[in-house]
């Protein structure tokens, strides 16, 4: 019998947005629901099928239950969405998460500076966008034993091709950094957060981790403290690693994520 398959999935999410400019080119930092960070994340996991099994059946047992059943996000065709949720579910579904083990979290923060903006993206959302994602895949991508499957949460201005070219570029540069290049084996797709369960988990995620930043409200994050993998501060440069510095942008279990360990976040 032929060996199956091994197979990893990352389901792919952001919150935030990539826009400084508005319509009219109007700059928007400064006005009223203008979002200052980009944060873009995903959740790794082998064992897709139990992963969202849980979130269905999570789901269901919410729409059975005399207690929520009624709240306004539950209608017809809904799914777990962490702004839209009503804050009984929200309580709830975190909760829920802190007892889901099978996955992984990485997350990219991107704080925006108009600047920057400029300089590194040409003033261009889908630039600063994908390079984003490009920082959130690279060194993920390093089992040539593996096929990936990567799904990238649809929105309004997703491309396959500009995702698929993060995908490359990330692999080309871990690849530049290996005695011995690999050949990476990969799928990618963009798709409907209300047909994929499983984006539910990194959307949470993302709006606990957001939730703390700019409201300085923890409760969600420290909840779900213990899933999160890696968050990358990408553009905090004052805590760039260097030498004998004591100091590090990438936070994991060893370096916990703390607002009073990173750079005060312009909002």
């Given at each position: 019998m032929p060996e199956q398959e091994k197979k990893i999935y990352f389901f792919i999410d952001e919150s935030g947005d990539p826009n400084f400019y508005g319509k009219g080119k109007k700059l928007l930092v400064g006005n009223e629901g203008y979002q200052p960070l980009l944060l873009i994340g995903m959740i790794e996991t082998e064992n897709r099928k139990l992963l969202r099994k849980s979130i269905l059946e999570f789901q269901k047992n919410l729409e059975a239950d005399p207690l929520f059943k009624s709240l306004h996000s539950i209608k017809p065709g809904w799914y777990l969405h962490a702004i839209e949720d009503h804050p009984d579910i929200r309580t709830k579904f975190v909760s829920h998460l802190r007892s889901l083990d099978g996955f992984r979290t990485f997350i990219v923060i991107g704080r925006k500076d108009v600047k920057r903006f400029a300089r590194k993206?040409?003033?261009?959302?889908?630039?600063?966008?994908?390079?984003?994602?490009?920082?959130?895949?690279?060194?993920?991508?390093?089992?040539?034993?593996?096929?990936?499957?990567?799904?990238?949460?649809?929105?309004?201005?997703?491309?396959?091709?500009?995702?698929?070219?993060?995908?490359?570029?990330?692999?080309?540069?871990?690849?530049?950094?290996?005695?011995?290049?690999?050949?990476?084996?990969?799928?990618?797709?963009?798709?409907?957060?209300?047909?994929?369960?499983?984006?539910?988990?990194?959307?949470?995620?993302?709006?606990?981790?957001?939730?703390?930043?700019?409201?300085?409200?923890?409760?969600?994050?420290?909840?779900?403290?213990?899933?999160?993998?890696?968050?990358?501060?990408?553009?905090?440069?004052?805590?760039?690693?260097?030498?004998?510095?004591?100091?590090?942008?990438?936070?994991n279990s060893s370096n916990i994520f703390n607002l009073d360990k990173c750079s005060e976040f312009t909002l």
């Open positions: 993206h040409n003033n261009n959302p889908v630039e600063f966008y994908y390079d984003m994602l490009y920082h959130l895949l690279k060194d993920r991508l390093r089992d040539e034993s593996v096929t990936y499957h990567l799904y990238l949460a649809k929105r309004q201005k997703t491309k396959m091709t500009f995702f698929e070219e993060s995908v490359i570029k990330a692999i080309d540069r871990d690849n530049q950094r290996r005695k011995n290049p690999i050949k990476v084996t990969y799928k990618c797709d963009v798709v409907l957060s209300s047909e994929y369960p499983e984006l539910s988990v990194i959307d949470y995620m993302l709006w606990s981790l957001q939730r703390y930043i700019r409201k300085n409200e923890s409760r969600f994050y420290e909840a779900l403290l213990s899933k999160y993998n890696l968050i990358i501060d990408l553009y905090d440069t004052a805590n760039y690693s260097k030498a004998n510095s004591g100091k590090s942008n990438y936070y």
